[in-house]
């Protein structure tokens, strides 16, 4: 059976709105479901905290950036 060039951009076409719709959004969904699994087995096996420390005199350096042209007076 020989395919036509638009029976294969039809094809394509719609494997790759499938995709797009249904088995990547699938494939995330299995993904996190054995990822979730894993950390739950961990933590039965090791029975260490799930949460990690919060390191409370850490400070992030922050900065702020602004674009603006002869805006002195403004900001």
Same mark, same amino acid.
């Given at each position: 059976?020989?395919?036509?060039?638009?029976? $294969?951009?039809? $094809? #394509? +076409? /719609? +494997?790759? !709105?499938? &995709? !797009?719709?249904?088995? &990547?959004?699938?494939?995330?969904?299995? /993904?996190?479901?054995?990822?979730? !699994?894993?950390?739950? #087995? #961990?933590?039965?096996? !090791? =029975? =260490?905290?799930?949460? +990690?420390?919060?390191?409370?005199?850490?400070?992030?350096?922050?900065?702020? /950036?602004? @674009? @603006? &042209?002869?805006?002195?007076?403004? #900001?």
């Amino acid at each position: 059976m020989k395919l036509a060039a638009a029976e $294969w951009v039809f $094809w #394509i +076409g /719609l +494997g790759a !709105t499938l &995709y !797009t719709y249904v088995f &990547y959004p699938l494939l995330l969904f299995v /993904l996190a479901a054995v990822s979730q !699994t894993l950390r739950d #087995i #961990i933590f039965l096996l !090791t =029975r =260490r905290s799930r949460r +990690g420390r919060v390191h409370r005199d850490f400070e992030p350096r922050v900065a702020l /950036l602004v @674009a @603006a &042209y002869n805006e002195e007076n403004v #900001i």
